[in-house]
């Protein structure tokens, strides 16, 4: 139980198209879902949290304007790099919680963005 | 703030080896703690969690107990196997913010286990 699938797993893009990450909870509803950010070697960094229907929770540094999150229903949210450009490179991972208040996050599997 | 520091990797054990690792944190309040596993290429797995001070928590042949005294929470396990490498992750429940409950992560530690 509690899979969270990622789609794609990677995707290739040239600098300046846009770029959507969808992230699904496959056998539960979560109301809360979490994208974080992972350098190469590095740790995961949380960008934002979103509840379903509300509008995201951005992490100081993180720009809303570039990185749009839509959390439309209890099984899915979605990120969409914007504009992006080879710095956006990273490997993106969601998470979700079946409530604002559970300490436990289901995580995807992850995502590759790669811009050229 | 609440943070977490763990030891820094590689870590590199032979197959069958006892394995510690070391995780400690600093938080206001009393979080849940736990360890989060990454294999290559892959999102992260719950390894094992610990909601209150003394708790042991469990899986595969891993545990860590919650020690409050020492702001601990180490990650052992009695003998490792190849299958075993991966990145670990040591991770707290930060304060609640906006009625959401954040996990803050330490660095990760990769363990490299060779037959």
């Known amino acids: 139980g509690a899979v969270v699938s990622q789609h794609p797993s990677w995707v290739i893009c040239k600098s300046g198209t846009s770029v959507k990450i969808e992230c699904r909870s496959l056998d539960f509803q979560a109301t809360t879902m979490f994208w974080y950010r992972q350098f190469p070697k590095q740790s995961l960094m949380l960008m934002a949290t979103?509840?379903?229907?509300?509008?995201?929770?951005?992490e100081q540094g993180v720009e809303k304007d570039k990185f749009l999150i839509n959390h439309a229903s209890l099984t899915l949210s979605t990120l969409t790099v914007t504009s992006a450009h080879p710095e956006d490179s990273s490997f993106y991972i969601c998470?979700?919680?079946?409530?604002?208040?559970?300490?436990?996050?289901?995580f995807g599997p992850g995502t590759r963005l790669t811009v050229l | 703030g609440d943070s977490v520091t763990q030891m820094e990797g590689p870590v590199t054990l032979s197959e069958e080896a006892f394995l510690t690792i070391n995780c400690t944190y600093t938080?206001?309040?009393?979080?849940?703690l736990f360890w989060y596993v990454q294999y290559p290429g892959e999102g992260l797995q719950l390894l094992l969690k610990a909601t209150k001070a003394d708790d042991k928590g469990s899986n595969k042949g891993f545990e860590a107990t919650y020690r409050k005294e020492t702001t601990s929470f180490h990650l052992e396990k009695g003998s490792v196997q190849v299958s075993d490498s991966a990145v670990y992750f040591c991770a707290l429940t930060g304060p609640p913010s906006g009625g959401y409950n954040k996990l803050i992560f330490g660095a990760g530690t990769r363990l490299a286990v060779h037959p």
């Open positions: 979103s509840n379903e229907g509300s509008k995201a929770t951005y």
């Open positions: 938080a206001t309040g009393y979080p849940s």
């Open positions: 998470s979700a919680s079946i409530t604002s208040a559970s300490d436990t996050q289901y």
